[in-house]
Structure formats: structure tokens, C-alpha cells
């Protein structure tokens, strides 16, 4: 039997806390979603001023990472680089980048989602929180 790290809820409000603190530094208006590595929620955060659709993508990005164990932006490479019968993937819902899979000893271990400016801050947000994990 192996064993596997897992996220606890204070690694999940450590992560929060840092995307939050990274996108008040920006002025960012967004939606912070984590996730465990089977992509069920365990974090939903919409800072004032977000986008009633973030809320919905930001998670989708978060579990499209877990369950991928890669960046979401990995799907929407694929696509932009002409897969587009990626789109038909089952359980992929948020192939857009915004979404980075937590690493453990080499194991995704959940994920956290962004979404509310540039794909690209998203990302920034998200590796924010990670980082705040300080692995």
C-alpha cells in the first residue's frame, strides 16, 4: 500500500492567502479556487469587484489541472495548436491557463484555479499561493 501527501486545510488557507495578497498587490479583481488532486473543491474565494463568471471558471481551471496533474494552459496549447478534438475531452471543463496542479514529492496532490484578468496574471496568482506553501 502506498501513501500519498494531501492537502490539509491549513495548507489550503496558506495557499489562498498568498493568490489573495498577490492579486490585492496587483488591484486584481478575481476568483481563487482550490481543489484536492480529484478535483473536488476544498477553497472558493471571490474578491469584491470579481466577475460572476470567474466564479464558475476559476474552479473548472483548478480541476482541470488536478485531474491532469499539469497546468491547465497545457489543454489550451493543444487546442490553439490545432487539437481542437481535445475539446470533446471528458471531465475537462476549464482548458484555459489560469489552473496549476499542486506538486508533493512528485505527486499532484490538488490544484488551484484563477480567474478574473489576463490568463497570464491568473497564473501568476496561482503560483503565488503555491508558493506561499513554501515547498
Known amino acids: 500500500m502506498q501513501t500519498k ?3 490539509t486545510l491549513e495548507d489550503v488557507k496558506k495557499i489562498a492567502a498568498g493568490a489573495e495578497a498577490e492579486a490585492m ?10 481543489c484536492d ?9 471571490r474578491l469584491d469587484g470579481a466577475a460572476p463568471i470567474s466564479a464558475h471558471i476559476a474552479p473548472q481551471k483548478a480541476r482541470t489541472a488536478a485531474l491532469g496533474c499539469r497546468e491547465s494552459r497545457a489543454y489550451e496549447d493543444l487546442i490553439n495548436n490545432g487539437r481542437t478534438s481535445f475539446l470533446s475531452a471528458p471531465q475537462l471543463e476549464g482548458m484555459l491557463e489560469g489552473g496549476i496542479n499542486i ?6 496532490v490538488g490544484a488551484i484555479g484563477v480567474s478574473g484578468v489576463k490568463s497570464a496574471e491568473d ?8 508558493a506561499a506553501l513554501g515547498l
Not at 25 to 32: C, F, L, R
Not at 103 to 108: A, E, L, P, W, Y
Open 5 to 7: 501527501p494531501v492537502l
Open 25 to 34: 498587490a496587483n488591484g486584481w479583481k478575481v476568483v481563487i479556487a482550490i
Open 37 to 45: 488532486d480529484g478535483g473536488h473543491p476544498l477553497w472558493l474565494q
Open 103 to 108: 506538486v508533493v514529492d512528485g505527486r499532484t
Open 123 to 130: 497564473a501568476q496568482i496561482a503560483r503565488a499561493g503555491i
